[in-house]
């Protein structure tokens, strides 16, 4: 069975950083993309940040660009985002997902973790 | 970037109906649209992939279709398990979301 699990959300202070992480487990992590998708509360989704499967290609929204990097470790089977200069619009359940390329979707999502920037 | 809007936002039905959701492209994207849905404090589920490919495990109920810039969700007869909000995404663009509430 596929799962992915996040970690690392929680309360943070304006202009502070976070490291998000995602565990992979039931799949081969290093045969798919990944990607973070985000939603703010009551928000409809939105992309952050996606990294291929070999680590070569990496892609960023223009919202968190020069912020937030993305980052995976195959052996591991394990997925990061490093936020920086955390801003309060950045307030969101982060999610984790396998991105199918070859048909351009997300097939499966972890659960989530909720980060919280706010003074 | 591609920009994806949904409508209606909210859809209001009752179970037992019939409904489509709209889902439209600023350019054309071939067949390359998925449809999720989302249910409160859960991640989004894939359902339909490449505008029409039913995602394995989910209800023949469901149906998508179209292609180049506008697509269609159509679900043929509501379950109560179907209340829920309802997404279009083409690569990295998600539309606004169609909340379908009874």
């Known amino acids: 069975e596929v799962q992915l699990v996040e970690s690392g959300g929680g309360l943070i202070q304006p202009g502070r950083s976070l490291r998000l992480s995602c565990a992979a487990s039931?799949?081969?992590?290093?045969?798919?993309?990944m990607h973070w998708v985000r939603q703010a509360p009551g928000k409809a989704l939105e992309w952050v940040s996606g990294?291929?499967?070999?680590?070569?290609?990496?892609?960023?929204a223009d919202s968190v660009k020069g912020r937030f990097t993305i980052s995976r470790d195959n052996a591991r089977k394990s997925l990061h985002l490093q936020m920086s200069n955390l801003r309060v619009e950045d307030t969101a359940f982060y999610y984790c997902?396998?991105?199918f390329g070859s048909g351009s979707y997300y097939d499966h999502w972890g659960q989530g973790t909720l980060v919280t920037v706010s003074s | 970037d591609i920009q994806m809007t949904q409508s209606p936002s909210t859809l209001s039905a009752s179970v037992g109906d019939r409904v489509t959701i709209t889902c439209r492209a600023s350019?054309?994207?071939?067949?390359?649209l998925a449809w999720y849905q989302q249910k409160p404090g859960k991640a989004p589920k894939l359902l339909i992939y490449?505008?029409?490919n039913l995602e394995i495990g989910v209800p023949s109920r469901f149906s998508g279709n179209g292609s180049g810039t506008e697509f269609t969700l159509t679900i043929s007869s509501l379950q109560p398990d179907d209340f829920a909000t309802y997404y279009c995404?083409?690569?990295?663009?998600f539309g606004q979301g169609t909340k379908l509430e009874i």
């Open positions: 997902a396998t991105y």
């Open positions: 350019q054309t994207i071939s067949r390359w």
């Open positions: 990294i291929s499967w070999n680590i070569v290609d990496t892609a960023y």
């Open positions: 995404q083409q690569y990295n663009s």
């Open positions: 039931g799949f081969s992590f290093d045969d798919y993309a």
């Open positions: 490449k505008a029409s």
